[in-house]
């Protein structure tokens, strides 16, 4: 079974300094991989997928995150972060080869300093 | 297009009382998941459907129970509330369809308290 562990619970950082919100997960087979972000009293949006290829992906807003098999990651960075990104990140991984259950770590949150 | 739409947003339950969280869904997803979020616990996956008919159980199924009749929709139903059952409920569907839509969608969440 797949499972998900985000080591930061919580990742303060100053406004415009660079940012790395970890994730790795367990799996025998190949995956599916997801970060999502939660913004105060709302649902969860996609931020950016890995579903194959390019192991480095990007979202809009200036995130990436890169897929590195060997070490079963899949970090979530941004080079300067701004007010608008605090919010709470949810990495997901769901198995390739079938439908099946998508998984969620506990998440981490990140807040901005001004 | 309406998304995935939860209903209600809020509700406040007796120990003892059951209730039904409604959760529909209008992009002809096969796939649909509940969640329930609890602080510093990220999101439990509770029930899951890979399609009309078919359930299955999550992480924490225990207290709750699923059906999917029909494609749109995928309730959840607590039969006897109980304080621990206190939480955010989220429900999402799930495109498998290439690269670019490969996501899973999610409704606004349903805040349960249970007194």
């Known amino acids: 079974a797949q499972s998900v562990t985000q080591l930061d619970s919580q990742v303060p950082v100053f406004e415009e300094a660079p940012v790395e919100l970890r994730c790795n997960y367990s799996?025998?087979?190949?995956?599916?991989l997801f970060w999502y972000v939660q913004y105060p009293n709302q649902g969860l949006q996609l931020l950016l997928k890995?579903?194959?290829?390019?192991?480095l992906v990007k979202s809009i807003n200036g995130f990436e995150a890169e897929f590195n098999k060997s070490q079963t990651s899949f970090h979530l960075r941004k080079p300067s972060v701004h007010i608008s990104d605090t919010a709470e990140y949810f990495c997901a991984v769901m198995l390739y080869s079938s439908a099946s259950k998508i998984i969620f770590g506990s998440g981490t949150r990140l807040s901005i300093r001004p | 297009n309406a998304g995935v739409t939860q209903t209600p947003k809020f509700r406040i339950l007796k120990i003892g009382q059951s209730m039904t969280l409604q959760c529909t869904q209008d992009?002809?997803?096969?796939?649909m998941y509940w969640y329930r979020q609890d602080p510093g616990m990220g999101l439990k996956l509770i029930y899951y459907s890979v399609g009309a008919g078919i359930t299955d159980k999550g992480e924490v199924p225990n207290g709750y129970n699923v059906s999917r009749s029909t494609t749109e929709d995928f309730p959840l139903r607590l039969e006897l509330a109980a304080p621990s059952q206190t939480s955010v409920y989220f429900c999402?569907?799930?495109?498998?369809?290439?690269?670019?839509?490969?996501?899973?969608?999610f409704g606004q969440g349903t805040r349960l308290t249970v007194v």
């Open positions: 799996s025998s087979v190949s995956v599916y």
């Open positions: 999402a569907s799930f495109s498998k369809g290439g690269t670019l839509n490969t996501e899973a969608f």
């Open positions: 890995y579903l194959s290829g390019s192991t």
């Open positions: 992009m002809n997803h096969n796939y």
